[in-house]
């Protein structure tokens, strides 16, 4: 299967903590995006991080990319409840469309 | 101003029953995709059209068959459901190239029983 891997399956935490969620891949990508699904929605895209960069920084998230390992990670300083939710990685390959997603990591942030 | 839009929100049916669902973007993307999250939360892509030509189509079952009238709508038709077709169903759209992002829908949850 080509679909990527996430850990911890699960991560609860306290609010003001920080949340690191990491992704593993197969093959080599193009870019590798991080989304979130809150309960019962849709995914919402937080960044994007391209095959050539190595961190990159949004608000509360840092996200960083590490190719020779194939993996990734996903951190959220000063946790707030609101950031209750599953996360995923996702990949893209060569010049296709297509987004291979991770299995993701439910996230929770205890008040 | 919903972006992606889906319906129904939920759907369930009998098994062996023909069942559609509708997804419309008024976000001017070119391309739209159709994704199944499973029970344990795995997503995968099932189609992808690009200005209404087909561009992905994974392993899916013929029963599956998509519909893109345009560029802002993109359906899924479902012949002859089974009780593994239940899942969460999601519509997602975005503009052409490598470093674009997706847009999801809200997701149509189906149970065929």
């Known amino acids: 299967s080509q679909q990527g891997e996430e850990d911890p399956q699960a991560l609860s935490i306290q609010e003001g903590e920080n949340a690191t969620m990491n992704c593993s891949y197969k093959t080599s990508i193009n870019n590798l995006q991080w989304y979130r699904q809150n309960s019962g929605r849709g995914l919402v895209h937080l960044i994007l991080i391209r095959s050539n960069e190595r961190e990159k920084h949004s608000g509360r998230l840092r996200v960083t990319l590490d190719t020779s390992k194939k993996s990734s990670s996903l951190l959220i300083t000063a946790s707030r409840a609101a950031d209750t939710a599953s996360y995923f990685c996702?990949?893209?390959?060569?010049?296709?469309?297509?987004?291979?997603f991770g299995t993701g990591t439910l996230l929770a942030v205890q008040p | 101003d919903t972006a992606v839009s889906q319906t129904p929100k939920y759907l369930v049916t009998q098994m062996g029953n023909d069942k559609s669902i509708k997804c419309e973007q008024n976000?001017?993307?070119?391309?739209m995709y159709w994704y199944k999250q499973d029970s344990k939360k795995f997503l995968k892509i099932m189609f992808s059209?690009?200005?209404?030509?087909?561009?992905i189509n994974e392993t899916v079952p013929n029963r599956f068959s998509p519909k893109s009238p345009d560029k802002a709508h993109l359906n899924l038709h479902i012949n002859s459901l089974e009780l593994g077709d239940s899942a969460v169903y999601f519509c997602?759209?975005?503009?052409?190239?490598?470093?674009?992002?997706?847009?999801f829908g809200p997701g149509t949850r189906l149970l065929v029983l």
């Open positions: 059209y690009n200005n209404k030509e087909l561009i």
């Open positions: 996702a990949t893209r390959q060569g010049a296709t469309n297509k987004l291979i």
């Open positions: 997602a759209s975005s503009r052409t190239g490598s470093y674009e992002t997706q847009y």
């Open positions: 976000l001017g993307h070119d391309t």
